[in-house]
């Protein structure tokens, strides 16, 4: 089974901050990874799929990166509306495995 | 229009058992995975498991094999998640999936529904 290590669990920012967020995963997975947005309450939304390919509609200040094990996830400019929980998502295996997500809270 | 709607929250005691469901609507139901993802009080997401309802193909992932029942009624184009017998440890929001599919470059996710079993 393929792991999924995200990092850090939780981070303080404010507004206007650069963010970033690692996942690793426990093998080579390509760039079948995606990246995930969830606000409390409300089911997961997808902002970057395929590692670095932003979703139709998603704000460009999201961007991603990587590929094989390695992986990242930048907000370039945190905006208000941002503070949530991500999560990257592995989709060469079924089901998919998540990583334990990372909590962006207002500093 | 793609949806995936739920069935409504439940409240159940411990050794109880229960059935929910998702039914899908705007587009061929048949041929893209569909699945469960677990969220506990707090806690992260963990898929449990999916199912190709074309031919049934059922994949768990080993946490939730043999706790849970995932099945599909083609006909009815609904997936769902079935327990038999209950326990505390359940009780969590669950959500419906449509995997993410790269021919089509998104996925799909149901409201959640949320499950409370306690004595």
């Known amino acids: 089974d393929i792991q999924m290590t995200q990092s850090p669990s939780s981070l303080s920012a404010s507004v206007g901050d650069r963010v970033t967020i690692t996942c690793q995963a426990s093998?080579?997975?390509?760039?079948?990874l995606n990246w995930y947005q969830q606000k409390p309450g409300k089911a997961p939304k997808l902002l970057i799929y395929?590692?670095?390919t932003l979703q139709t509609g998603v704000p460009s200040r999201f961007s991603g990166s990587g590929s094989g094990t390695d992986f990242i996830f930048t907000i370039s400019s945190l905006q208000p509306e941002d503070f949530a929980t991500y999560y990257c998502q592995e989709f060469i295996s079924l089901p998919p495995t998540f990583g334990q997500g990372t909590k962006v809270e207002i500093k | 229009e793609v949806q995936l709607v739920q069935s409504g929250a439940e409240v159940k005691k411990p050794g109880e058992s229960l059935k929910i469901s998702c039914r899908a609507s705007?587009?061929?139901?048949?041929?893209?995975?569909i699945g469960w993802v677990r969220q506990m009080p707090g806690k992260g997401l963990e898929w449990m498991g999916i199912?190709?309802?074309?031919?049934?193909?059922?994949r768990y992932s080993p946490s939730f094999q043999g706790q849970v029942t995932i099945s599909a009624d083609k006909s009815m184009s609904t997936a769902y998640l079935e327990w038999s017998s209950l326990k505390a440890s359940d009780t969590a929001v669950y959500y419906c999936?449509?995997?993410?599919?790269?021919?089509?470059?998104?996925?799909?996710w149901g409201q959640g529904t949320l499950v409370t079993v306690s004595s």
């Open positions: 705007g587009y061929t139901f048949t041929p893209y995975w």
């Open positions: 199912i190709f309802p074309g031919d049934s193909d059922t």
């Open positions: 999936a449509r995997v993410f599919d790269s021919s089509v470059q998104d996925d799909y």
């Open positions: 395929d590692a670095s």
């Open positions: 093998q080579d997975i390509t760039n079948y």
